[in-house]
């Protein structure tokens, strides 16, 4: 049985510090320059779990924005042939002007 200083044992302790260190390298990985390494590591911990969570919110809203682009680029496939000519709509090839 291992010593436990505040709740922590060595495996929590090796869990702990690979969860952290892999947060301080999204958050500078992800914010594309705005953080540098030193400053997120002396981040006060609410501040670094605030900004995660914020850069994290940030890149679900961008996929999701991109998955609902590619549902609306489904229908203009619809009016592109294969051959990348502008098929008729339907209703014009039915339509006679007699």
Not at 11 to 30: D, M, P, V
Request: overall charge positive; charged content about 25%; hydrophobic content about 35%.
């Amino acid at each position: 049985m291992g010593l436990a200083f505040f709740g922590l044992t060595l495996n929590s302790a090796k869990e702990y510090r690979a969860k952290f260190l892999t947060q301080i390298h999204e958050i500078c990985f992800y914010g594309q320059g705005g953080y540098s390494w030193p400053i997120v590591y002396e981040m006060p911990l609410w501040l670094r779990r605030f900004t995660y969570h914020k850069i994290k919110e940030h890149y679900e809203n961008q996929k999701q924005e991109i998955e609902k682009s590619k549902g609306q680029n489904s229908i203009m496939k619809e009016f592109i042939g294969k051959d990348g000519l502008v098929k008729s709509p339907e209703f014009l090839k039915k339509t006679s002007y007699k």
